[in-house]
């Protein structure tokens, strides 16, 4: 019988955890251009007047990654284990800046990074970088709908049936919208996360 190879995001999860700095500088590679497009997604109106996408990211890994050690691989691979806490971690974020510029408070709405600066490098240069630049091009040339389901179904790991409530629509109808607008956004944007949703 043949061995089952891990992964390359339960690799960099685990090496990440035990303090391998290329595993983590992988792990930041792999996940920011998802974690740039659902910002994005998230920034709208006069809160992205306020907040740059990129610092929603930094600010989501500054929580996360103190947490690696937390998180248990599901069915022995750690991609939507990674995806739905990075997701949530948004989305607590998110309404965490939203509350704060709802209160008037002053325009600095995240407080200063804790991430060791190697760190918050990587993250800055994938924020810029080709890749994340090529996802989002991707997700643009999506419908909104194709994209919304994308971003909530895939990126952020949300049931068809919660996705189906947020967007008014029957859970299968959000399934097969998933489905053709990964195919077409794998085929535009190959080598990503998106091969392992």
Excluded at 43 to 59: A, C
Excluded at 64 to 83: A, K, M, Q, S, Y
Excluded at 110 to 121: I, R, V
Aim: negative net charge; contains cysteine; aromatic residues 4%.
């Amino acid at each position: 019988m043949a061995e089952q190879r891990e992964d390359p995001t339960t690799i960099a999860v685990r090496g990440a955890i035990a303090g391998d700095e290329a595993a983590m500088t992988q792990l930041l590679e792999r996940f920011t251009p998802a974690l740039m497009a659902s910002a994005r997604q998230r920034l709208t109106g006069e809160l992205r007047q306020h907040v740059d996408p990129e610092d929603l990211v930094q600010e989501v890994w500054s929580i996360t990654i103190p947490r690696l050690g937390d998180l248990e691989p599901r069915h022995e691979r750690f991609t939507p284990v990674l995806l739905r806490f990075l997701s949530s971690t948004m989305w607590r974020c998110h309404a965490g800046m939203l509350r704060h510029h709802l209160r008037g408070a002053s325009k600095e709405v995240l407080a200063e990074s804790q991430l060791p600066a190697h760190t918050t490098g990587v993250i800055s240069r994938m924020a810029r970088d080709e890749a994340t630049a090529r996802l989002l091009r991707g997700l643009d040339g999506l419908t909104t709908a194709e994209r919304e389901t994308v971003i909530l179904r895939g990126l952020e790991q949300v049931p068809n049936h919660e996705v189906g409530v947020l967007l008014g629509e029957e859970p299968n109808t959000i399934a097969k919208r998933y489905g053709r607008a990964l195919e077409k956004l794998r085929s535009l944007v190959p080598g990503t996360i998106l091969d392992d949703l």
